[in-house]
Every structure is written in C-alpha cells, then in structure tokens.
C-alpha cells in the first residue's frame, strides 16, 4: 500500500513507486514471514512462544473455547474456528494485562483515561488522544512484560504531556524502568509481530 498526499494523484504515486522500486523491494525482502495462527503454528504470549494445538471435539466442560496449558495455546471446535479463536483470546488478554498496566500507571501518574480499546493497527504500539481515551496494539501480548510496561507508561504519560518533551519523558521515567530496553526491543522485533495473523 502507498500512501499519498490528500492532492497527489495515482500517476505520481506510481512514478514515485517506480523511481524507488529496487528500495522497496529491499524493504519487502526484509520483513519477516508472515504467521498463521492454525494448528501446528506458534505464537508468543508474552514473550514466551506457545505451539497451537487444536482440540477436535467438543468444548471441555466449563472451559473457554481458547485456554493456555503445558505450554500450548489450546483451541477447542471446528477446525475452521482456530486462527478467529486464536485473536479473539489474544486481544482479550491484550486487554485484561494492559486495563491493569494502565490502571497502576494511571493511579501513579494521577490521572485517569476516559476509555481503553484494544485494537489491529499497523503502524503503533500504542496512542493517546486528546479526550484522554488510550487505544493499544492486541499483539503487545505477544511482547515480553517489559515491553508492555513501557507502552502502558508512555500511553498514560501523554494523559498529562501531549507532546515528547522533557517532562514527558521524565514522567515515562518514573513510571518504567524499561524505556531504551523496550523501545530497543520493538524497533529489532516488532516487524515479527506485525506479521501474525
């Protein structure tokens, strides 16, 4: 996809892309392959890579349709189901790990967000709008602790510092102690994340 500005038309869009085709190229080669989330792929929950073991039957009793044992990611139902099941778990615990980072944070930090939403975007980890509603990446939950821990900390600093200044950082400090590590972290494996599902 190339995005352009609101008044370049299709025809310079494509010269551009013609006049740098061997750098994308190079880009493209560069990026990881894609992951499926079906049976026999892995995926990290937090860090920690789990196998996807599908359970053919019916649901257990008392049991979600998606749950984490001896070191596999376990979905239980119709074949066709597993890679739908499989997100749908993941931004549920995307959501149920980073409402509880955000809301230690916050309580830190003393402010309060107006709302957290767990979404698929391409392109941040997190943001924060000026309405105080924060909004997260669900495949954070792939990420170690230390990396989410620094996304929830610099999301609710900009609660209180809408721009990168001084005192934003400053407070991202005293919130984690992981900002170079994480930030390190996202730029090397980040681009992996990006490419489940």
Do not use: N
């Not at 190229?25 to 392959?33: F, T, V």
């Not at 003393?110 to 709302?115: A, D, K, L, M, T």
């Not at 934003?168 to 489940?196: C, I, K, N, Q, Y």
């Amino acid at each position: 996809m190339v995005t352009l500005p609101p008044r370049a038309g299709r025809k310079a869009g494509m010269a551009l892309l013609m006049d740098h085709a061997a750098w994308v190229s190079a880009r493209l080669a560069e990026l990881p392959d894609a992951v499926s989330l079906e049976p026999g792929s892995r995926v990290a929950l937090h860090g920690v890579e789990h196998p996807i073991r599908h359970i053919a039957g019916a649901l257990p009793q008392r049991r979600a349709a998606v749950w984490v044992t001896q070191g596999e990611i376990r979905v239980a139902g119709e074949p066709g189901t597993v890679a739908g099941r499989v997100v749908e778990f993941l931004r549920a615990e995307a959501r149920r790990g980073l409402l509880a980072l955000v809301a230690s944070k916050a309580r830190r930090a003393g402010v309060q967000p107006r709302r957290l939403t767990v979404k698929d975007t391409s392109s941040r980890w997190g943001s924060c709008a000026a309405s105080g509603c924060l909004a997260f990446s669900w495949r954070l939950v792939m990420a170690p602790p230390f990396v989410q821990d620094y996304v929830a900390a610099h999301e609710v600093a900009h609660l209180r510092h809408m721009d990168h200044g001084e005192a934003f950082w400053a407070l991202v400090a005293s919130l984690t102690d992981h900002t170079d590590e994480a930030m390190a972290w996202l730029r090397a494996e980040g681009p992996r994340l990006l490419r489940v599902g």
